[in-house]
């Protein structure tokens, strides 16, 4: 039986404006090969360098619908593939995103993957090799993969522990494209044009993230972001001074240890 309105509408996935996106080392090129061989991909880095805005971009150079998840400690497998839903005296059928995205070839995207429960990631073990289904255990049915989806995760290996870890089963499923900080030159770009600064303020920014990067080296667990410099540059465009916005945008998020975030206002004072 047809329930019109109740199939979720693909075309709201769809992105219609380019999503701007500076390349770092030949990840365009990359993904377009792995999308047109039907070549699942990973995405390693660390958080705020720019994957989830690759994606985004590739999804619009490719004309594919972008279907994006975020995975959590609560994700089951009918999160992903969908679940009867009772709808007044009738039960229906709801596809879930995964579903959704095999059946219309769609992008999908499962951030930061290695939060989701064991059993999740077991289900993506069939679409992610050659035999691309999707097992959808409560009807009983196998759907084939449209030619166009692709599946996409993200996986920040900094955060992984020994018991939160992907498995070798399901990492060797993938193509890994390394995300780092990009180039100081490219992430000046971004800077300036993600926050609407001026260019030397761009790289002033770009300069202190540099230095910031280098104090992981002496007890910060991850470097600034990309998206915090952006943060930083915003707030001083809106007329906070540059060692407040510093301070808020970057010192405070990424650490709690109070000398830290005096070295880190120490080295925005030197730059500003
Ligand atoms: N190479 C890049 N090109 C364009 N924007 C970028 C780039 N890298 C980072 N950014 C900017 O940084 C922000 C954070 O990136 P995002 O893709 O959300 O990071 P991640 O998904 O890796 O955590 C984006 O919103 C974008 O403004
Ligand atoms: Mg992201």
Redesign the pocket.
């Known amino acids: 039986m047809i329930h019109p309105g109740r199939e979720r509408d693909i075309g709201q996935y769809r992105i219609e404006r380019e999503?701007?996106?500076?390349?770092?080392r030949g990840e365009v090129g990359l993904f377009s090969i792995a999308a047109r061989n039907k070549m699942p991909v990973m995405?390693k880095?660390?958080?705020?360098?720019?994957?989830?805005?690759?994606?985004?971009?590739m999804a619009y150079r490719l004309e594919r619908p972008l279907i994006t998840v975020a995975c959590h400690e609560d994700l089951t497998a009918s999160d992903l593939v969908g679940r009867y839903l009772l709808k007044g005296q009738e039960t229906v059928w709801m596809d879930g995103p995964l579903t959704l995205g095999v059946k219309h070839g769609a992008i999908v995207y499962l951030?930061e993957v290695v939060e989701a429960r064991k059993d999740t990631t077991v289900i993506i073990h069939p679409l992610s090799d050659d035999r691309r289904v999707l097992p959808i255990e409560k009807k009983g049915q196998i759907l084939e993969a449209a030619d166009d989806f692709m599946l996409v995760i993200?996986y920040?290996p900094g955060y992984q522990s020994v018991l939160k870890d992907l498995k070798q089963s399901t990492k060797q499923r993938f193509m890994a494209i390394e995300?780092e900080?990009?180039s100081p030159e490219?992430?000046t770009?971004?800077?300036e044009?993600?926050a609407g600064v001026n260019q030397a303020l761009a790289g002033s920014l770009v300069k202190l993230g540099g230095k910031v990067r280098n104090l992981k080296n002496h007890g910060l667990e991850e470097g600034v972001?990309?998206?915090l410099?952006?943060y930083a540059g915003t707030l001083i465009r809106q007329g906070v001074p540059a060692e407040r916005a510093c301070d808020v945008a970057i010192a405070r998020p990424i650490t709690d240890d109070p000398d830290m975030q005096r070295s880190i206002l120490e080295l925005a004072k030197a730059i500003f």
């Open positions: 999503p701007f996106y500076a390349e770092v995405l880095g660390p958080t705020g360098c720019g994957k989830t805005r690759f994606v985004q971009h951030d993200s920040n995300f900080y990009p490219i992430e770009t971004v800077v044009r993600e972001s990309t998206r410099l952006i």
